[in-house]
């Protein structure tokens, strides 16, 4: 599998706007912003799509949640959407697995 954009931001070979980084994940911060703060929180192990996932990626996709709550508390928010765009029909522009965690502003619903 050809290398994302992300596992090449993971290897320092592009530069981001680092929010956080530990042994199984990076935050980034979104070059294209949907909210006053929209981070990135990507598996540093390169999955594709939820569609590619394992029961074995059960603790790893739960930890991306856990971190999302973790960085919200830390910027002072409690309110925020987190989202999940698999394949290309739902906007997924990076075949990555990454959780977008927005927070900043109104959210209505149904998105988008």
Not at 13 to 33: F, G, M, S, T, W
Not at 56 to 63: F, H, N, R, S, T
Request: glycine share 8%; with cysteine; charged share 20%.
């Amino acid at each position: 599998m050809e290398d994302s954009i992300f596992t090449k931001i993971i290897q320092k070979k592009i530069p981001a706007k680092l929010a956080y980084e530990e042994e199984r994940y990076i935050v980034i911060h979104d070059i294209n912003p949907a909210a006053p703060v929209h981070l990135l929180v990507i598996t540093k192990r390169q999955i594709p799509t939820l569609n590619d996932l394992e029961p074995g990626d059960a603790e790893l996709v739960g930890g991306m949640f856990v971190l999302a709550k973790k960085l919200m508390a830390e910027l002072g928010h409690q309110d925020y959407r987190t989202v999940f765009n698999c394949g290309a029909g739902a906007q997924q522009s990076v075949f990555h697995l990454h959780l977008h965690v927005l927070a900043g502003r109104k959210f209505t619903w149904p998105p988008g």
